[in-house]
C-alpha cells in the first residue's frame, strides 16, 4: 500500500453513499444492518435502498407493476426511523434488472461510493450477471452474506495479498471494526519467500497495527491462500477480501465462494472500479423496442395512493428534504364544490397534519360565491387576469395555472380540479408521495375512475380521453401511450421542472405540460398514481367538443414542431359548434384560441420572487 493511502486511511473516515439493491423485503432485512454500520452514524452518509422486481423473458414487463408496488410499500416500512435510509430511484421492473442498476449507478454515484449486493439471497437477478459486474464494475462493488449480525462480530479476518484491492478492503474492515468494537487480524499471504508480490507485501503491509489500534493481530503465512484463510476463519466471525482472490481464473474463485456460502461467518468480496478492458455495451432504454419501454415505464412509475397513505412519513420526507407543498385550485363560477374540497384538505392535511404549506385559490372572475366561500374558509382567492398585469391576460385555466407558480410559494406544486363531487386528501398525497419518496420524478399524473353508478352514455371528460387523446398519442408519442388519463385534472411537480416548460392558455395545457416535459426531461421523469373513485360535475357536450378542439391545437403544434406536420399548414384558431334550435340546425363560431406562454422561468418578475434552481 502507497503511503498516501496509509495517511488517507488515517484520516476520520469519509461519508459513503451506498447503493442496495434488492428483490424481497427480506432480502433487505438480510442486508441493511450490515450496510448501515459500513456507512457509519457520522457526517452524510446513507444507504440508498433500491427495489428490483424482474420479470421473465417471456412475460410483460406490466405484469411486474403490483409486485414493484408491493415491494416499495415495504421498504417504505422498512426505512422508517433511520434517518441514513434513502429511496434513491424507486423501483425497477425489467428482463434484465442489472441494465437499470448500471445505468443508475454511471448517472447518480461517485466511483468512490459503493454497490453493495447481497450473495444468493435470491438468485433470480444477481447470478446472471455476476461475472459481467465484476469484471467490469461501474464503481467499488461488494458482494456480502451478511451471516453474523454486526453487533455481535468481534474479529474480522482481513486477507491480503498485495492485490489492487487490499485499499478498499482495509477500509471497509476499518469501518466495520469501529462500528462493532471489533478487532482486526491482518493476514499477509505470501506465495513464496522469492516472488516480488510478497516483497511488495513485507515492505507495504507491515506495521498498519501503529497506525490503525483496530489492527490488534498481524500474520506472515507462505502457502497456499485459501487453505490459510479457511483455517484462521475458524477463529473470526467477518472476512473481507478481495475479488482478486481467486486461485481459479474465475472473477470471485472458488475460496470467495465457499465462503460467502457460510453461515457461520460475514463474508465481503471487494473489487474496485477498473479501466474498461471488454466491449460490454449495455442494452440502454433508449434501444428498446417501445412497446417493451412502455411496459417498463408503466411497471415502474404507475403508483396507488394506498402507498402514501401514511401522511406521517411524507411529512418527514418533507422535513427531511427542506421542501414546501403548495395547492393550486384554478376555479370558474365553483361554488357548489369549492366549499368542500378546501375543507376536506385543508382539514386534514394543513390543520390535523402539516403536510400542505398553503392553498391558494387561482380565480378567472367568477360571478358567483367562489372567491367568498374560498374566504371564508381562509384561503386566500386571487384573480388571475390581476396577476403580472404588464404581461396582459388570456383567457383560459392554463394560464391560471401558468400564473400561479408566480403566486404559490412550493418547492412541489399540485393542482386540482375545482369541480369534483368527492373531495379527498389522497387527492394531494397520492400526487406528492412519488415526488418526495423518487428522485426520479418529476411530474406525476393522476387516473381514477368514475362510480359504477354513473350512466355509461353520459358525456364527460373520459370520453375525450378515450376516443381522443389517447389514440392521437399512441399513433404520433406512443412512448406515452402508458399515460391512463393525460387528461386528468389532478396533477403536479417540481417547480424546477414546472418552470422550465411552456404553458397553453385554455383546455390543452394538461397535453402540452405532459408532452413538453417528456421532451424536456424524459419519460422516467413522469409517473402516475391511482386515486380511485373520483366523481367531477357532468359537463355538457358542447363544452366536451371545445376541449377536444384545444387539444386537438396543441398536438398539431407539436407535430409541425417535430417536423411531423408540413409548417406550411395553417392551425385554425375558431371552431363552428352546432345548435339546434326547434327543428333548425344554426352554426356558432366560437374561438378556442390556444395560446402559449413561455417557460416561467423567462418571465423577469417571476426570477425576482423565485430564485431560479435547476431541477
Known sequence: MEESAVNETRRPLRDLSILVPVDTVSQAQEILPLALTLAGSA????????????????????????????LRKDLERLSDGDSRINRLAGSFVS??????????????????????????????????????????????????????????IKRILLPVRGGPFANLSLQLALRLARASNAEITLLRVLSSNDDPMSQVLRERFTGLSDAFPEITTELQIVEDAG?????ELRDHQAVILGA???????????????????????????????????????VRRSHLPVLVRVEKWFAENSFSYREFSDIARLVELKKKQGVRISLGLPTLN????????????????????????????IDSKSTDFTRKLAAELGVTPYIHQEILPGLGSIRGKGEALWKS?????????????????????????????????DSRIKYVKSFYRAPERAEADAPDSGQVTELLARPLINLFFPE????????????????????????????????????????????????????????HRPQDLRSLSKRSFAILQVFAQHLKEKGKLDSGVTIERTMKLLRLEGRQLHLDEVDVHEQQRPPMIEVKEYRGRHAPRLP
Open 480 to 535: 406515452l401511450s402508458g399515460i391512463v388519463q393525460p387528461l386528468s385534472g389532478i396533477y403536479g411537480g417540481w417547480r424546477s421542472a414546472l418552470d422550465q416548460v411552456p404553458f397553453y392558455s385554455g383546455y390543452g395545457v394538461e397535453v402540452g405540460l405532459m408532452l413538453d416535459l417528456f421532451d424536456r426531461f424524459g419519460l422516467s421523469a413522469i409517473a402516475q398514481v391511482d386515486l380511485g373513485e373520483v366523481v
Open 43 to 70: 457526517g452524510k452518509s446513507s444507504v440508498n435502498l433500491i427495489g428490483v422486481t424482474p420479470v421473465a423473458p417471456e412475460s410483460s414487463l406490466s405484469e411486474g407493476a403490483v409486485l414493484a408496488q408491493s
Open 405 to 437: 407558480l408566480y403566486l404559490l410559494k412550493g418547492d412541489i406544486i399540485i393542482w386540482v380540479d375545482p369541480d369534483i363531487v368527492n373531495p379527498d386528501p389522497r387527492f394531494v398525497y397520492g400526487v406528492a408521495g412519488p415526488l418526495l419518496t
Open 244 to 282: 482478486s482472490a481467486a486461485s481459479d481464473g474465475s472473477f470471485i474463485g472458488l475460496v470467495a465462494t465457499l465462503i460467502l456460502q457460510r453461515k457461520d461467518v460475514t463474508a465481503l468480496v471487494v473489487k474496485t472500479k477498473e479501466p474498461f478492458r471488454l466491449p460490454l455495451t449495455p
Open 95 to 152: 428482463h434484465e434488472p442489472w441494465e437499470d442498476i448500471e445505468a443508475l449507478v454511471e448517472d447518480r454515484m461517485e466511483e468512490s461510493d459503493l454497490l453493495l449486493l447481497p450473495w444468493k439471497a435470491d438468485k433470480r437477478y444477481l447470478q446472471a450477471d455476476l461475472s459481467r459486474l465484476l469484471s467490469d464494475p461501474p464503481c467499488n462493488v461488494v458482494v456480502a452474506q451478511p451471516a453474523v449480525q454486526p453487533e455481535e
Open 227 to 231: 487453505t490459510a484463510i479457511l483455517r
Open 334 to 361: 365553483h361554488e357548489s364544490t369549492i366549499g368542500n374540497i378546501i375543507h376536506s384538505i385543508k382539514s386534514s392535511l394543513i390543520d390535523r397534519v402539516p403536510l400542505l404549506d398553503e392553498i391558494v385559490l
